[in-house]
């Protein structure tokens, strides 16, 4: 089972901040949080991740409350391309465990013109 | 350009034959895992390879095999033993298995008739 919450669905107006919360209340102190998205049909591609310290690239901000029991992933200005499943994942980064990804169902965010 | 590829994008066959799911990566990655995914839902992992010549089961290994004879190829066979065929498969790829974000294929559609 997946070891993350995030809300069925959420819209967005383009151009304005989408912001994509996800409850990890189980987390260890050795797993990290990873956002990837999932356009229809295609497949899923790597946002962002962070341990917890707040993290930024040229996709999306992360910012992770300080007891690392939730997070926020924000889009800073979501276009129509934007609009895609997105999914919050928990896994431990060490050499010799399993890595694979545990998706849950994710979010479906629609972003609207 | 350096990636990951899946052949063929839609693929359909009878009930009973076995078929064989193509996954290629140029991008020098070690590990190298099977994803099924079903409408609706998030991802599951089948299969993964840490390594050339070693694999190991996932969650969902019932009814499929695979083969890593080079670091580049690892394909999945579905067997007539998989009773529920039908399902969209991803291929993906990390540097080393748990320690680096995953690259995905884009996916191939599998339906049995």
């Known amino acids: 089972d997946a070891k993350t919450t995030q809300p069925t669905s959420m819209d967005c107006a383009e151009g304005r901040a989408a912001n994509l919360p996800c409850n990890h209340s189980?987390?260890?102190?050795?797993?990290?949080v990873y956002w990837y998205r999932q356009i229809h049909s295609q497949g899923p591609q790597y946002i962002i991740h962070?341990?917890?310290n707040n993290e930024t690239n040229e996709m999306a901000s992360l910012i992770i409350t300080e007891d690392r029991k939730s997070s926020t992933l924000i889009l800073p200005h979501a276009t129509l391309r934007d609009t895609a499943v997105y999914y919050c994942i928990v896994r431990v980064v060490s050499r010799g465990s399993q890595g694979n990804l545990i998706f849950g169902k994710g979010t479906k965010l629609s972003v609207k013109p | 350009d350096g990636g990951i590829t899946q052949s063929p994008k839609y693929l359909f066959r009878k009930e009973g034959q076995n078929v064989t799911l193509s996954c290629e990566q140029n991008l020098n990655h070690d590990a190298m895992y099977w994803y099924r995914q079903d409408p609706g839902q998030g991802l599951r992992l089948i299969y993964y390879s840490q390594i050339v010549n070693d694999f190991q089961k996932g969650d969902i290994a019932e009814g499929y095999s695979v083969s890593r004879e080079k670091k580049e190829s690892f394909p999945l066979t579905v067997t007539s033993a998989q009773k529920n065929p039908t399902a969209f498969y991803l291929c993906a790829s990390s540097i080393a298995a748990s320690m680096d974000e995953q690259f995905f294929g884009p996916g191939t559609r599998l339906t049995v008739l």
């Open positions: 189980t987390i260890s102190g050795n797993e990290y």
């Open positions: 962070g341990l917890k």
